[in-house]
């Protein structure tokens, strides 16, 4: 399966932003797609997953300002960013597996694809 993210932008703190993250490929829906976000300087980080019968799972950092969602018949899983604040700011990346394990989610190292990144800047 071949992703592409978009979505992303310069905003000010408190504003939205909706990442996309469109797949190829007529299996999508068996997949999990897992968003991670990247700053200057850190670690690759889980941000949210949503798993093929759509259970979703969110980093602390984000719970009640993101929403992961998923549209199978666009082939697209959505990370709608509420309330954005200067920490959110990172390149975000969209990744899926059809073979990953509840435990593993949240290892970037545990998928096989992955699409490019965008960048979200949230400064005033």
């Known amino acids: 399966v071949q992703l592409q993210a978009y979505g992303g932008g310069l905003v000010q703190p408190g504003d939205s932003l909706r990442l996309s993250c469109a797949a190829s490929?007529?299996?999508?829906?068996?997949?999990?797609v897992t968003w991670f976000r990247q700053a200057p300087g850190k670690e690759r980080e889980f941000v949210a997953t949503?798993?093929?019968?759509?259970?979703?799972i969110y980093a602390g950092s984000v719970k009640g300002r993101f929403t992961i969602s998923r549209d199978n018949a666009k082939n697209t899983v959505y990370l709608q960013m509420n309330s954005l604040k200067p920490e959110d700011t990172a390149i975000y990346h969209c990744a899926a597996s059809s073979t990953i394990i509840l435990s593993s989610i949240s290892n970037h190292q545990s998928y096989a694809y992955w699409g490019q990144g965008t960048q979200v800047t949230v400064s005033s």
């Open positions: 490929g007529e299996t999508f829906r068996r997949y999990t």
């Open positions: 949503i798993r093929s019968n759509t259970n979703t």
